[in-house]
């Protein structure tokens, strides 16, 4: 994340990163005021809208039925992973957290094909049958992957509430 949550990568209503030219352009273009593109990232241009789907409810996550939301998903991930490996130099584990990469394991998937360059390898047997109880982690890599993979089951609620309740 950046200034703001807007850099990164996309979620339900928010569109990630985007090229800063493309605002431009909807001003000048398009004559919209200095407040429009602010809702339109934030909140009408993220994967529900790339799906077409109302809210979470009405999005399928299943990463091989052509869902471009999904396929975009995986690639703005891949391209993040790639970007950190690069910055980083090397990394120890590929952590896999948080609602979607917890409950799908095709969006996994997905995420680590072609990965196998930079040192990472699904197991694809262990990535289908991984179940993770809260605080724990479970290996999904393949024995040949440099970089561990890992699916952790993150409590993101209580990641956010902690430090706010310590400056209380």
């Not at 095709?106 to 605080?135: F, H, M, T, W, Y």
Request: hydrophobic residues 45%.
């Amino acid at each position: 994340m950046g200034l703001t949550a807007l850099e990164g990568m996309p979620t339900a209503t928010q569109s990630g990163s985007v090229d800063a030219g493309l605002l431009l352009q909807l001003q000048t273009r398009d004559s919209l005021s200095a407040a429009e593109p602010g809702e339109l990232f934030n909140r009408r241009s993220g994967l529900e809208s790339l799906a077409r789907a109302e809210g979470w409810g009405g999005f399928s996550w299943d990463a091989n039925d052509g869902n471009r939301a999904v396929q975009y998903f995986c690639y703005q991930a891949k391209k993040f992973i790639g970007a950190h490996l690069a910055a980083l130099g090397n990394a120890d584990a590929l952590v896999f957290c948080g609602s979607v990469a917890e409950a799908h394991a095709g969006v996994r998937s997905q995420i680590c094909k072609g990965l196998a360059a930079v040192g990472i390898l699904l197991d694809e047997d262990a990535n289908s049958s991984a179940v993770v109880a809260p605080g724990m982690a479970v290996e999904i890599s393949d024995r040949q992957s440099y970089i561990r993979v890992l699916l952790v089951r993150a409590d993101e609620q209580a990641m956010i509430a902690r430090p706010a309740v310590e400056a209380l």
